[in-house]
């Protein structure tokens, strides 16, 4: 099995997300250098990452891949025919098998119909079957804290196309009160990528808080989960993430990176 990096394992280093702005963020072309180095076979691109979908820019950033031995998967936000129409066109520039997503609705709002917001989205997700058997691509849905791994199951086999698989989150399951080894056991035989990560779960005065840390620093099974990886019949690659919070910093945050490649080949031998 591969092992890739997920570039929001560089969030704050982006600083394309809110919480952190670094004095010089770092961009997807050097993101790619620092992964190449560190020993990464690949990376999966955040679509907060890619600067922009022009053709000019997706091919520099495939020349630069294949200078560096990297290959690379792509990635977007939502299931919108047309988000997934534009991802596979990025697919194609990337020689990506995998395009990864996720469905994206709020399951913790008092106003959503979680069965509604799943029917919606199979009826979405059937209509762009064609366009993805047509490019060889497989779509993965991510269980993204919005859908526990049996919904995210159901979904797929009311669908029933190989065309549609998973990304297997390790962590996110957490967000949904679900045993991170049960939802991955649950999810491994449609997982065609994989977010491979840690969290800390620590008591609050009002509750819990969930942190994401260095792979083997947190509460996860991470070796339970490897050994339903291994097994797992569709899944070649997989993805170290790292969520970093703001608090840890630049230097934290590529120590756990890291770390992280280090504790991943070991746990998975």
């Not at 025919?81 to 994206?104: N, Q, Y």
């Not at 106003?111 to 366009?131: F, G, M």
Request: aromatic share 6%; proline share 5%.
């Amino acid at each position: 099995m591969q092992i890739g990096l997920d570039t929001y394992s560089y969030h704050l280093a982006f600083g394309a997300h809110g919480d952190f702005v670094p004095h010089k963020p770092l961009d997807l072309v050097a993101c790619l250098e620092r992964a190449a180095a560190i020993g990464f076979a690949g990376v999966q691109i955040d679509p907060m990452h890619l600067p922009d979908h022009k053709p000019a820019v997706l091919q520099r950033i495939r020349d630069v891949a294949d200078e560096l031995s990297l290959f690379l998967e792509a990635g977007i936000i939502g299931i919108d025919k047309s988000v997934i129409l534009d991802g596979l066109r990025i697919c194609r520039a990337f020689a990506s098998p995998v395009l990864r997503t996720f469905i994206g609705f709020d399951r913790f709002s008092r106003t959503t119909d979680i069965s509604a917001c799943l029917q919606k989205a199979a009826t979405a997700l059937q209509t762009v079957v064609p366009a993805l058997q047509d490019e060889g691509v497989v779509l993965a849905i991510e269980n993204h804290g919005d859908v526990t791994s049996r919904e995210l199951v159901d979904l797929l086999e009311t669908i029933g196309s190989p065309s549609i698989g998973i990304c297997l989150d390790v962590g996110n399951s957490l967000c949904v009160f679900e045993d991170p080894v049960a939802a991955a056991r649950r999810m491994a035989p449609y997982a065609v990528s994989c977010h491979f990560k840690d969290y800390r779960v620590q008591m609050t005065y009002s509750g819990c808080a969930i942190t994401g840390v260095s792979l083997g620093q947190g509460n996860i099974d991470l070796p339970g989960i490897a050994a339903v990886l291994k097994s797992a019949p569709r899944l070649e690659r997989l993805f170290v993430e790292i969520p970093m919070p703001a608090s840890g910093g630049l230097q934290q945050e590529d120590e756990a990176v890291k770390n992280s490649l280090q504790f991943c080949k070991t746990v998975l031998n």
